[in-house]
């Protein structure tokens, strides 16, 4: 039973995988650069544009708001004009960037914000321009809060990806609903969930180092 089921488990972690490396890294594209200006944009800040914030924070806060299968069925038509279709994993990778981008914005804000205003002003006192106060000093001081809140994504995009399976969208939500559930096999909803375990315990436990290693403080 178990060299039947392996195959099928194998690729269907692999789906999800792809799923999720592939969203987070466009919306980390994305939601990056978002992220540093809701930071900075303020007034008196480093890139001062009010109108900035106002336009953009109430379309990441409405983003943020919807729920996720919501989200999904909802931009279908976007999902079709992006890649063609709607069902498949390379599809789900639309909604899950879409869901992504203005989660890792915020998070970015929130640890640029936490970043000493008086390194800042140090920064500026011996010359820097606003760009590179924030490559050279922002960035790197708040790294390891940023490496925390993009392991929290991925956590978030794996269970996201499951939800997406319910859809036609493969991976490991795919596999547990259409043989396990559909399909009454107690085993297979066991080994998904168990693969699920072992890939958000992989990824957390992969986040927390990377985040220890950036940490100057550890140093």
Known sequence: MFSTLAPILLQ???????????ALALGTSMGLPLGVLLATS??????????????????????????????AVAIIPFT????????????AIVPLTVAATPFIARIIEGAIREVDS??????????????QVV??????????GI????????????GYSAMVGAVGAGGLGDLGIRYGYQRFRPDVMAAVVIT???????????????????DKRNI
Do not use: C
């Open 135 to 144: 490559t050279k000093v922002l960035l790197p001081e708040a790294l390891p």
């Open 147 to 158: 490496i925390h809140g993009l392991t929290l994504t991925a956590v978030t995009l794996i």
């Open 196 to 214: 699920l375990i072992v890939v958000v315990q992989a990824v957390q436990s992969a986040g927390d180092w990377m985040a220890r290693k950036a």
């Open 80 to 91: 079709r004009m992006i890649v063609g279709t709607s069902i498949g994993t390379s599809a």
């Open 12 to 22: 269907a972690t692999w789906e999800t995988l792809y799923m999720v490396a592939a």
């Open 42 to 71: 303020g007034r008196g800040e480093l890139f001062e544009a009010v109108w900035f914030q106002r336009l953009f924070g109430p379309i990441v806060n409405a983003t943020r708001s919807v729920p996720f299968i919501i989200l």
């Open 118 to 131: 008086g390194l800042i002003e140090a920064a500026q006192a011996m010359g820097a321009r606003p760009v």
